[in-house]
């Protein structure tokens, strides 16, 4: 499982960075008519997120994490700020889980 959460994490925060920046990038454009920046970062947003999805997917089926848990963590990076809590709550809930079948398969 630990395979799968250091992508997870890194790509929990690049994606929270890069939605922060898409938010900007909308306000310049709706607010001040400059669509040069949203050019740029929607499409790169797009595709890390995609990436994101895969990394979480992973994460949780490895871990075997229920389906609303699950969809839950992949909602998290459409929300901006969101996925840097999610992030948090999601390795300290993998690291203890991989803890307890460390501690699991060491006493059978």
Do not use: C
Not at 20 to 37: C, T
Not at 38 to 52: D, K, M, R, S
Not at 75 to 100: C, H, M, N, Q, W
């Amino acid at each position: 499982m630990r395979s799968a959460l250091k992508p997870f994490r890194i790509l929990a925060y690049i994606v929270g960075v890069m939605l922060l920046l898409l938010v900007v990038a909308m306000v310049l454009k709706y607010g001040l008519g400059q669509e040069g920046m949203i050019a740029i970062v929607a499409p790169v947003h797009g595709f890390l997120y995609a990436v994101y999805l895969l990394a979480a997917l992973n994460l949780g089926l490895k871990a075997r994490w229920s389906w609303i848990y699950i969809v839950g963590v992949l909602i998290a990076g459409t929300i901006p700020f969101l996925s840097f809590v999610i992030e948090r709550k999601v390795t300290a809930r993998a690291l203890a889980e991989d803890g307890a079948a460390a501690t699991a398969e060491g006493t059978a």
